[in-house]
T-cell receptor, first 116, second 116 residues
């Protein structure tokens, strides 16, 4: 069965430091891949998504993610974090072939805290 | 433009009571989704609407949960005979074309339900 794993429940980084949030998926073929962010008191917002093509995807707020087929991973990165990046981050996967039951599956999330 | 709205933002109820949660999607969006987010958990898919029909209701946890969508717009999630384990944040999302595996989903702020 398809699944998505975010191994880190909580990460703390210093402001200005680099960030990498891990996401691994289990699928028979390359799925559609997403990263969403949930800031305190706000709804989830899409950061970026990958369907095909260039394996390095640029998103909003200076985030990027790299798809690595050999590792079944889609890790989220940012070169220098800001205090406003403190939030919950969710990786999600969607089936590679559309059907009426092709919902996306969310990981359990990684909570990011920023150290001043 | 207007985003996804949900009401009420907070709901406190007593065990055994029925509750109704409302979602107003982005105007013109074909698909509408309901998720449940429990404390420290990821997003649990509940049900998905394409127009007024629900191709996938596989995530509804029990027959106490039901949902409907009318006019291809507003949706109501009803929980009958609420239990304490129903306490969670209920999130609604919509997307333009009804291809849930690959479209960006636009989320509302959620309804926080507390069952005493």
């Amino acid at each position: 069965a398809q699944s998505v794993t975010q191994p880190d429940i909580h990460i703390t980084v210093s402001e200005g430091a680099s960030l990498e949030l891990r996401c691994n998926y289990s699928y028979g073929a390359t799925p559609y891949l997403f990263w969403y962010v949930q800031s305190p008191g706000q709804g989830l917002q899409l950061l970026l998504k990958y369907f095909s093509g260039d394996t390095l995807v640029q998103g909003i707020k200076g985030f990027e993610a790299e798809f690595k087929r050999s590792q079944s991973s889609f890790n989220l990165r940012k070169p220098s974090v800001h205090w406003s990046d403190a939030a919950e981050y969710f990786c999600a996967v969607g089936a590679p072939i559309y059907s009426s039951a092709s919902k996306i599956i969310f990981g359990s999330g990684t909570r990011l805290s920023i150290r001043p | 433009g207007a985003g996804v709205s949900q009401s009420p933002s907070n709901k406190v109820t007593e065990k055994g009571k029925d509750v109704e949660l409302r979602c107003d999607p982005i105007s013109g969006h074909t698909a509408l989704y309901w998720y449940r987010q429990s404390l420290g958990q990821g997003l649990e898919f509940l049900i998905y609407f394409q127009g007024n029909s629900a191709p996938d209701k596989s995530g509804l946890p029990s027959d106490r949960f039901s949902a409907e969508r009318t006019g291809g717009s507003v949706s109501t999630l009803t929980i009958q005979r609420t239990q304490q384990e129903d306490s969670a944040v209920y999130l609604c999302a919509s997307s333009p074309w009804g291809q849930p595996n690959q479209e960006t989903q636009y989320f509302g702020p959620g309804t926080r339900l507390l069952v005493l």
